[in-house]
């Protein structure tokens, strides 16, 4: 319990011209820690989302993160080459639509082995490795390695999306509703996929999502949003077995027994 | 410290705000503690708070005010304002629980769902799974269940897997929440002893046993919670 937090979030602010995006947002997240985001639509939590992993610049506040020589930095002030080069390794970024973080026209394995070219690997034959490698960890078959994703199912592009981010070892995913719009049964399979590999790999995790499933299976704390605001946060079972705000309550109680 | 868990002055209420804010009493001015190797059962009609306190205790209820004090390894941590992430450790190492009912995930194998807070305390995996199937086969869970998700095992079986969880590890304080409410006499037998060999481990217990039998046979004292009930007698 001696270590830092990975990300110090301090009052963060976006604005849309006078509409607010996401307002007076602070938090710490630790190594390891799963934080998931919820509200629902237009509640800014991609907004937010979008903001700490400076897809967006805000107009207010600061976002530091812990590098791995152990200095803070702030990500706003970071020059653009060095952020970029952050974004490809040290952090990962799951879309809710994988085409957002694929590239659709080069083959399965290039598109994880990639990552691994921007992290200074050279030896073609240790790439291909490494990616075959993640992609039975995905469960997409070596027989699938050399097809674009153009040709795989929505679910196993979420799959190989999760891979091509994971391959670098990064400390720090962001992911944005990443069951969103896949069915049950293939959602329950990647929820599982996920939930082994954060512990597996200790990740730090920042998921949105308006499935208040999702964000208990998967999360150890959350923060629900409504207009901008967080209105409510903490431990993510006490968040949904003892919800205290209005909204929360309603969201809760909202939610369809199977 | 002999005594690993305190409870003082805890109060606890609901506010309904879809029912126009209607305030919940639900229990107040809660006062005891569990030493350590003893089993204390919380006794009381239904919806007197048991299940409350004992949610509380684990964090997945707030409190409204007072203390619950946890010596967490060598330090003692106030539960009531601890923060999330003081409240997961603590979880991890120092207080299990065993729910009434088991919360299923999708694809994990019982043994794999038992063995799990073994291996989220640095048990190799595979460690951890062969004291989950000792654990599984003491309840006299069939076999050919153990690699199965148990979304499709009867009451009973999924009790089973629950109660395996809540003590394969050797957490110092573990709170039971009728963990024999489903289960055929052979079974309850098991239990009892489970709990049993757990006082003699020096863990701190608190559960709630509605079937007098076994709550005879486990408790050394029973706290009659409708004392601390909050809503007046009409």
Redesign the interface.
Known sequence: MSEQPLLKVHELSKFYGARIGCRDVSFDLWPGEVLAIVGESGSGKTTLLNCLSTRLTADVGSVEYLMRDGQYRNLATMPEAERRFLMRTDWGFVHQNPADGLRMTVSAGANVGERLMAVGERHYGRIRETAGDWLGRVEIGLDRMDDQPRAFSGGMRQRLQIARNLVTSPRLVFMDEPTGGLDVSVQARLLDLIRGLVQDLGLAVIVVTHDLAVARLLSHRMMVMKNGLVIEQGLTDRVLDDPREPYTQLLVSSILQV | MATPLVVSEVAKS?????RGGTLLPVIQDVNFSVKAGECVVLGGPSGAGKSSIL?MLF????VDCGQILVKHEDRVIDLASAD??????VRRKTIGYVSQFLRV????SAVDIVAEPLA?RGTPIEAARARAEELLSALNLPRELWSLPPATFSGGEQQRVNIARGFITDHPILLLDEPTASLDAKNREVVIAMIEEKKQAGVALLGIFHDEDVRERVADRIIDVSGFSARKAA
């Open positions: 609901f506010t309904m705000h879809l949610k964090g997945n209820y707030g999330p992430r003081t409240v997961i450790d995930v999708p694809r994990v989220a």
